[in-house]
């Protein structure tokens, strides 16, 4: 059989050190060893994924508190739910798309229905990586959100990655972190909470971007590009998908009559149909618009390519408010 | 046996070749194109694919019976990657066996290019199954193979695992399914390279003795040493000269294999840096035949 040589003249992390772009900033795995440190309840499972969910210093730091699932990702979400019937808390590790589509029903029956404290954790967010549609979440939000008692979590960036550990341990049932890893230039960047409630970052009178994960830097973005044209908006992160701050979004579709939700995620299910479906049951008749993948499966591609070729950029979302704001022009005119 | 079932056994419009020095030859030849693939981006399985092209080389120049001018016939032999990810030396075998064009692989792992760093059937019908959730490819090869039974035709499936991917469940589903219904037409290889991301198999959950599962399965296993040509071609003529059962090949491989500064080390998406390249094609290039 094959037994593993090391390389000639250097050691096996020297080498894989060597040839990596630099090393990420883990802001929620610290974050999250942190909180371990403090509450002997918490423990992380992985499925396999250590480096990229960031539980690699969780594995060296705590190692009797790291159950490594192996590849198995139902059978984890399985396990998690027993230790938390033990009264553990666990933190269960993978991609985003592994952690809800491949193992849907044992978070259902296991997790949600018992309402245990499990907190699922998922990288890779929507088009954020070359690995593909096999590996590419666009409807994990819908599915998470479909399931009773489930909180859903979308930091807008590194800077809400370690505030999405306290806010899963403040929620006292399950909960599912849709995480996107920070890149070397956000090491040291200053922490921000993560809010259960709207955060409204801009205020502007003449329409309401709703914006979670990723769409947040482009609803800025889109903001300041609608603003040199004389439409000032305001921009709402929206970090808590589920349960969704209905009575913020209400008031400020009434007091603007512009609304435009923006994700990196299909449009159906996720924070655009959240935001549509308190509209209509409230009765605001808003000028609407959702952008998001366009129930479309996509492919593998770097984040900037994907993320224009499938429509979730700041101009995409110029677009919808135009859209949205001839919507509402036409509403006003029918009802003259 | 019908007049088309008696066409199809005769067709082999794509040459099996038999001479294991010559098999050897277009090894080698293989591993110095995955260096090449992966450099420049350090995207992509170096160490996987250094490992497994004694396998993809049998597979597709020996073993495997099909027409790179008509991937779609009915008749072919069908290929499933299950760890779709080891595309470095899937695609170069695919194109050095005519069944993609050599040109298509600079565009390998690039932005709209289909030739995606998991193997996507947005490429064509050789690629049976878009596989990169893993776990899923056994499942398609089983009900491949017994579409094929239920059809008639002599066409046979294989296809290719992972240690790692070994943990998921949906495995050992397929493999009980096939075992009950003494698929013949299936070769399932473990690419057993002890490699996962986690690091060694048995630091993350362990396999062992994998033979004996897959034999209590159902299924005929071979273990052999998964870079030695003559072993390797030899285990898939066994594998379809056998018809009672369906064949497990535990192959064990070893990852990096051929360059010996790269041997042995369990980096699962390592970067490799030109230098280092460079120093792995001049090791490519000296050994082997
Ligand atoms: C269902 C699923 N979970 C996790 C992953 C992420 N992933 C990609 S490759 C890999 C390790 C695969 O190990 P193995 O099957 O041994 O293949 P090899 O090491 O030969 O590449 C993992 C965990 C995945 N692709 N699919």
Same mark, same amino acid.
């Given at each position: 059989?094959?037994?593993?040589?090391?390389?000639?003249?250097?050691?096996?992390?020297?080498?894989?050190?060597?040839?990596?772009?630099?090393?990420?900033?883990?802001?929620?795995?610290?974050?999250?060893?942190?909180?371990?440190?403090?509450?002997?309840?918490?423990?992380?499972?992985?499925?396999?994924?250590?480096?990229?969910?960031?539980?690699?210093?969780?594995?060296?730091?705590?190692?009797?508190?790291?159950?490594?699932?192996?590849?198995?990702?139902?059978?984890?979400?399985?396990?998690?739910?027993?230790?938390? $019937?033990?009264?553990?808390?666990?933190?269960?590790?993978?991609?985003?798309?592994?952690?809800? $589509?491949?193992?849907?029903?044992?978070?259902?029956?296991?997790?949600?229905?018992?309402?245990?404290?499990?907190?699922?954790?998922?990288?890779?967010?929507?088009?954020?990586?070359?690995?593909?549609?096999?590996?590419?979440?666009?409807?994990?939000?819908?599915?998470?959100?479909?399931?009773?008692?489930?909180?859903?979590?979308?930091?807008?960036?590194?800077?809400?990655?370690?505030?999405?550990?306290?806010?899963?341990?403040?929620?006292?049932?399950?909960?599912?972190?849709?995480?996107?890893?920070?890149?070397?230039?956000?090491?040291?960047?200053?922490?921000?909470?993560?809010?259960?409630?709207?955060?409204?970052?801009?205020?502007?009178?003449?329409?309401?971007?709703?914006?979670?994960?990723?769409?947040?830097?482009?609803?800025?973005?889109?903001?300041?590009?609608?603003?040199?044209?004389?439409?000032?908006?305001?921009?709402? &992160?929206?970090?808590?998908?589920?349960?969704?701050?209905?009575?913020?979004?209400? /008031?400020?579709?009434?007091?603007?009559?512009?609304?435009? =939700?923006?994700? &990196?995620?299909?449009?159906?299910?996720?924070?655009?149909?959240?935001?549509?479906?308190?509209?209509? /049951?409230?009765?605001?008749?808003?000028?609407?618009?959702?952008?998001?993948?366009?129930?479309?499966?996509?492919?593998?591609?770097?984040?900037?390519?994907?993320?224009?070729?499938?429509?979730?950029?700041?101009?995409?979302?110029?677009?919808?408010?135009?859209?949205?704001?001839?919507?509402?022009?036409?509403?006003?005119?029918?009802?003259? | 046996?019908?007049?088309?079932?008696?066409?199809?056994?005769?067709?082999?419009?794509?040459?099996?070749?038999?001479?294991?020095?010559?098999?050897?030859?277009? =090894?080698?030849?293989?591993?110095? !194109?995955?260096?090449?693939?992966?450099?420049?981006?350090?995207?992509?399985?170096?160490? !996987?694919?250094?490992?497994?092209?004694?396998?993809?080389?049998?597979?597709?120049?020996?073993?495997?019976?099909?027409?790179?001018?008509?991937?779609?016939?009915?008749?072919?032999?069908?290929?499933?990657?299950?760890?779709?990810?080891?595309?470095?030396?899937?695609?170069?075998?695919?194109?050095?066996?005519?069944?993609?064009?050599?040109?298509?692989?600079?565009?390998?792992?690039?932005?709209?290019?289909?030739?995606?760093?998991?193997?996507?059937?947005?490429?064509?019908?050789?690629?049976?199954?878009?596989?990169?959730?893993?776990?899923?490819?056994?499942?398609?090869?089983?009900?491949?193979?017994?579409?094929?039974?239920?059809?008639?035709?002599?066409?046979?499936?294989?296809?290719?695992?992972?240690?790692?991917?070994?943990? /998921?469940?949906?495995?050992?589903? =397929? =493999?009980?399914?096939?075992?009950?219904?003494?698929?013949?037409?299936?070769?399932?290889?473990?690419?057993? &390279?002890?490699?996962?991301?986690?690091?060694?198999?048995?630091?993350?959950?362990?396999?062992?003795?994998?033979?004996?599962?897959?034999?209590?399965?159902?299924?005929?296993? /071979?273990?052999?040493?998964?870079?030695?040509?003559?072993?390797?071609?030899?285990?898939?003529?066994?594998?379809?000269?056998?018809?009672?059962?369906?064949?497990?090949?535990?192959?064990?491989?070893?990852?990096?294999?051929?360059?010996?500064?790269?041997?042995?080390?369990?980096?699962? &998406?390592?970067?490799?840096?030109?230098?280092?390249?460079?120093?792995?094609?001049?090791?490519?290039?000296?050994?082997?035949?």
């Amino acid at each position: 059989m094959s037994s593993a040589s090391s390389a000639a003249d250097q050691t096996v992390s020297d080498f894989i050190a060597r040839g990596a772009t630099g090393p990420l900033p883990r802001h929620y795995g610290d974050a999250l060893v942190a909180a371990a440190r403090k509450d002997p309840r918490i423990v992380a499972l992985c499925a396999d994924l250590p480096g990229p969910t960031e539980t690699d210093l969780f594995q060296a730091e705590l190692p009797d508190r790291y159950f490594e699932a192996g590849i198995a990702e139902a059978n984890m979400i399985g396990m998690a739910a027993g230790f938390a $019937r033990m009264g553990q808390i666990p933190f269960v590790h993978s991609f985003c798309v592994f952690v809800t $589509r491949r193992a849907y029903d044992q978070v259902a029956n296991q997790v949600a229905y018992p309402k245990l404290p499990v907190k699922i954790v998922g990288f890779l967010p929507g088009l954020t990586t070359m690995l593909g549609v096999s590996h590419q979440a666009i409807d994990d939000v819908a599915l998470m959100r479909a399931l009773p008692n489930m909180t859903v979590i979308e930091p807008s960036g590194p800077e809400q990655l370690a505030g999405a550990v306290t806010a899963a341990l403040e929620t006292p049932g399950p909960v599912y972190l849709r995480m996107l890893r920070g890149d070397a230039a956000s090491a040291g960047i200053a922490p921000k909470p993560l809010l259960r409630t709207g955060e409204v970052l801009r205020r502007g009178p003449h329409g309401t971007i709703f914006a979670s994960g990723l769409s947040v830097a482009a609803a800025l973005e889109a903001a300041e590009t609608l603003a040199k044209d004389g439409s000032d908006v305001s921009v709402v &992160n929206i970090a808590t998908v589920k349960p969704l701050d209905t009575a913020l979004v209400v /008031e400020l579709a009434k007091s603007t009559g512009i609304v435009v =939700a923006a994700e &990196n995620h299909s449009i159906i299910g996720g924070l655009g149909s959240a935001v549509a479906e308190t509209l209509m /049951e409230a009765g605001v008749p808003a000028g609407f618009a959702r952008v998001g993948i366009q129930d479309t499966f996509a492919e593998g591609g770097t984040t900037p390519y994907l993320q224009a070729k499938y429509g979730l950029g700041a101009k995409d979302i110029v677009a919808a408010y135009g859209r949205a704001a001839a919507q509402r022009h036409a509403i006003e005119k029918g009802r003259a | 046996m019908t007049k088309q079932e008696t066409r199809a056994r005769e067709r082999q419009p794509a040459p099996r070749i038999t001479d294991v020095t010559e098999l050897k030859r277009i =090894a080698q030849e293989l591993r110095r !194109q995955v260096v090449r693939l992966v450099a420049p981006t350090g995207q992509g399985y170096v160490q !996987q694919g250094l490992g497994a092209a004694d396998l993809f080389t049998a597979m597709f120049f020996s073993e495997l019976r099909l027409d790179p001018a008509d991937p779609a016939w009915p008749d072919r032999d069908r290929f499933l990657l299950s760890t779709a990810h080891n595309t470095a030396i899937f695609y170069a075998t695919l194109a050095a066996r005519g069944c993609l064009p050599e040109a298509s692989l600079a565009d390998y792992c690039k932005d709209g290019s289909p030739l995606e760093i998991n193997a996507s059937e947005r490429i064509g019908p050789l690629i049976e199954a878009t596989c990169g959730s893993l776990g899923q490819g056994l499942s398609v090869a089983v009900g491949m193979a017994m579409a094929l039974r239920h059809q008639k035709r002599d066409a046979r499936v294989h296809v290719i695992l992972g240690d790692g991917e070994m943990q /998921e469940g949906q495995v050992w589903e =397929a =493999a009980l399914m096939a075992g009950a219904r003494k698929l013949s037409n299936l070769c399932l290889i473990l690419d057993y &390279n002890r490699m996962q991301v986690g690091g060694h198999v048995d630091n993350v959950v362990g396999l062992e003795p994998v033979a004996d599962k897959f034999q209590s399965f159902g299924f005929r296993v /071979e273990t052999i040493d998964g870079n030695d040509m003559d072993a390797v071609v030899g285990a898939f003529a066994r594998a379809r000269a056998h018809s009672e059962a369906p064949t497990c090949i535990v192959a064990d491989t070893l990852v990096g294999k051929g360059a010996p500064s790269l041997e042995g080390i369990l980096g699962h &998406n390592m970067k490799l840096p030109a230098d280092l390249a460079a120093r792995a094609l001049k090791e490519l290039a000296g050994a082997g035949a």
